[in-house]
């Protein structure tokens, strides 16, 4: 094709190499390279066209066994759509193969195609009754589109021969298994036909939720699971704005109303509203919220406000029981204050409105409805049982208005659907909730800290913390928890016995956690970020926090050992009991761990830092204390301790900023300092 003349360069050595000798030879018919003189303009045409044949379209497969083929091949590859159409080519070609069909069932499965896959089934079964994967493919599909019942009558109708296949001997045993786990309680069974009714009240009502059903392990247990399989960020769940009871509704009552003219100083507003709320419905004989409450928890047995004394009696020496006689209180203060000043309120009893009370508690969700936030009770959504890490994610959507609930991962057909309550302690689970959450990695116990009057620094120390001589923290196992900081924080500050400038020091860097009122100069500090001072302070703290755990250990009647055995054992336990005994074994596992802490830190810090270095890397499980040994203890250790940040105030003479280390240098501004905060004058940071 080329001229003579021609002569390739280096840009021509790069296109020859990457094109193909078609595309080299169309690239050159035509060009100047072309040897013109040589080859007619028809001849030129001819081979255009010759080169045109040469990439021509493959001939069409014709043989349905080699369509067949390419169709498994790609839907092992997981190309379901290209093997849907592979199959559907074959069948053309043979529609009376069997085996194609129940191919292309399969495909249609896969890609949750469940009406197709059945077709597909049936199809096989009706071109070779006795064919064993046409009734295991349209089983299969009908078991994925929830249809449990028909699917088992499907491989019974089967022949004998069939039913005596391996593959379809264990499909009918999984048919069974969720059958009977569906199936728990009987279908006429009061709650079964009350729960019926108010799943014909959300449909009604425009509620989607096809994906979902409700699964009763007893009858006043029960959880919801997947009824087919859930694709990330899939929105599964959708309840209209009118199917919801929000707290300006709950105002908006003829008792709520007067309540909140009244603006009653309640301890939990947003409970009370809504408790209201519900009594005065339920009162209603056309309320249309009547499917919903009727499928409410009839009883509230289950929270530890409404335990027998015989139950408690399981939660001797745990700090809960407080926490129990503190909700007890609350809930018949925010009752009588109602009462006090709405008197037609008195159509309720305490029970009524404790019962109701506690069912708010346990289900309220906190929403977004058109920019402004409100809280609401959201039927079916409040079913979802806790677990964590995070499974779905919820809100109220302006855009469907309605409230949403969507998965965060895959959720397979059949597994419960879980929503996530947050990371909390079984204390609030078991108050607030009802239950505990086992295996609970964020379990606390509060412990109780007071400025004593033997400390000759009590005076100061009062001062500093606006005259509050007792606080209560809430300690864990995880000591990267602020709460731990804290602890830590404040017990060296209690424990303290030094210079009192130090404990100004760092108090200057905190902000301030309130005043006692609008004209006081007192402001209290919440002590929290104070890193270790001293040898002999830290030791103080490690023998307090010990001393402090192994008391709190002797009030139990049972030690922790003993708890594990009663629950691994024991048979006939009540939910209640066996909560308690989760319960306070959860506390005696955070007071040992607290136990273990301080032994080993105390026999770290008396010794050089290479052997303590080498004690801490024999220690079993020592994770759980590097925040602490490797942070904390160790640069102490060194005489390095963790110092606070600079502090910079102003000399009022020269106006120059000074530092930490200068401050005490300069003997007559620390005692300015001093003085002046004992006599209650206001010191700010940028004085």
């Known amino acids: 094709f080329c001229a003579q003349s021609f002569s390739p360069s280096l840009s021509h050595f790069f296109f020859f190499k990457q094109k193909t000798a078609y595309e080299i030879a169309q690239r050159l018919v035509g060009s100047e390279m072309c040897i013109r003189d040589r080859v007619s303009t028809q001849s030129t045409w001819d081979l255009r066209k010759q080169m045109k044949k040469g990439k021509s379209k493959k001939k069409e497969i014709k043989d349905p066994a080699v369509l067949k083929e390419k169709g498994n091949t790609a839907f092992q590859n997981k190309e379901f759509d290209r093997a849907i159409e592979y199959f559907s080519k074959a069948l053309t070609l043979d529609p009376k193969n069997e085996a194609i069909l129940s191919n292309r069932s399969a495909a249609h499965l ?6 197709n896959a059945i077709a597909d089934a049936t199809g096989a079964i009706a071109l070779k009754p006795d064919y064993p994967k046409g009734y295991f493919r349209k089983a ?18 089967a022949p004998e021969k069939v039913r005596e296949d391996e593959f379809i001997k264990k499909l009918m045993e999984g048919l069974v298994n969720d059958y009977k786990e569906d199936n728990v309680l009987p279908k006429d069974h009061p709650e079964i036909i009350r729960f019926n009714k108010f799943v014909k009240w959300l449909k009604d009502g425009g509620a989607t939720f096809d994906k979902i059903k409700m699964r009763y392990y007893s009858p006043d247990y029960r959880g919801v699971h997947a009824r087919m399989k859930l694709k990330k960020n899939e929105v599964f769940l959708v309840i209209p704005r009118k199917l919801l009871i929000t707290l300006e509704m709950a105002k908006a009552t003829p008792i709520g109303s007067k309540m909140e003219k009244a603006h009653l100083n309640l301890l939990s507003p947003k409970h009370s509203f809504l408790s209201c709320f519900v009594l005065q419905e339920k009162k209603k004989p056309d309320t249309p919220f009547e499917p919903y409450f009727d499928i409410l928890p009839k009883s509230t047995s289950n929270f530890p406000i409404f ?8 939660l001797t020496g745990s700090p809960f029981l407080n926490q129990v006689e503190e909700k007890i209180a609350d809930v018949h203060k925010d009752y009588n204050t109602i009462l006090t000043h709405v008197p037609e309120f008195s159509q309720f009893t305490y029970d009524e409105f404790s019962h109701v009370r506690m069912l708010i508690s346990s289900r309220i969700f906190g929403i977004c409805i058109e920019g402004k936030k409100t809280d609401a009770l959201v039927p079916l959504a409040d079913m979802l049982n806790h677990r964590r890490p995070q499974q779905t994610a919820w809100e109220y959507s302006d855009k469907r208005t309605g409230f949403i609930i969507e998965t965060k991962d895959v959720i397979e057909r059949g597994d419960q659907v879980y929503d996530s309550y947050g990371k909390k302690c079984n204390s609030r689970f078991f108050l607030n909730y009802g239950f505990i959450n086992e295996n609970n990695d964020a379990n606390e116990v509060p412990i109780k800290m007071r400025i004593s009057d033997d400390d000759p620094l009590s005076a100061v120390k009062r001062k500093l913390v606006s005259y509050s001589d007792e606080k209560t923290i809430r300690v864990s196992e995880d000591l990267n928890e602020k709460n731990m900081s804290h602890f830590f924080s404040y017990a060296r500050f209690l424990e303290f016995k030094g210079d009192p400038m130090t404990l100004y020091n760092y108090q200057f860097q905190q902000p301030p956690a309130r005043k006692n009122d609008e004209d006081d100069d007192d402001v209290a500090y919440e002590c929290a970020n104070i890193p270790p001072i001293s040898i002999k302070n830290e030791k103080e703290v490690l023998t307090w926090i010990q001393f402090t755990a192994n008391s709190m250990l002797k009030r139990y009647t049972t030690p922790y050992e003993e708890d594990l055995k009663i629950l691994e054992t024991t048979k006939d ?17 955070v007071l040992l761990f607290l136990i273990e802490l301080t032994t080993l830190a105390l026999e770290l810090i008396d010794l050089p830092i290479k052997k303590a270095k080498e004690v801490y890397a024999k220690t079993p499980n020592k994770d ?8 904390q203890l160790f640069p102490l250790i060194l005489s390095i301790p963790t110092k606070p940040q600079a502090l910079h105030l102003l000399n009022p003479i020269n106006k120059k900023t000074v530092s930490y280390t200068h401050l005490r240098a300069h003997e007559t501004l620390r005692y300015l300092v001093c003085r002046l905060l004992l006599e209650k004058k206001k010191v700010r940071q940028t004085w």
């Open 110 to 115: 896969e890609n949750d195609d469940f009406e």
């Open 140 to 157: 299969a599909a009908l078991r994925k589109a929830d249809k449990v019942e028909e699917a088992i009558e499907v491989l019974k109708a």
């Open 307 to 314: 335990f027998t004394p015989e139950e408690k009696k399981w």
């Open 573 to 589: 336990f009540t939910f209640n009991t066996r909560n308690c005994v989760l319960m306070r074994s959860g506390e005696k596992k």
């Open 624 to 631: 759980r204390f590097e925040k602490y040994v490797v942070q």
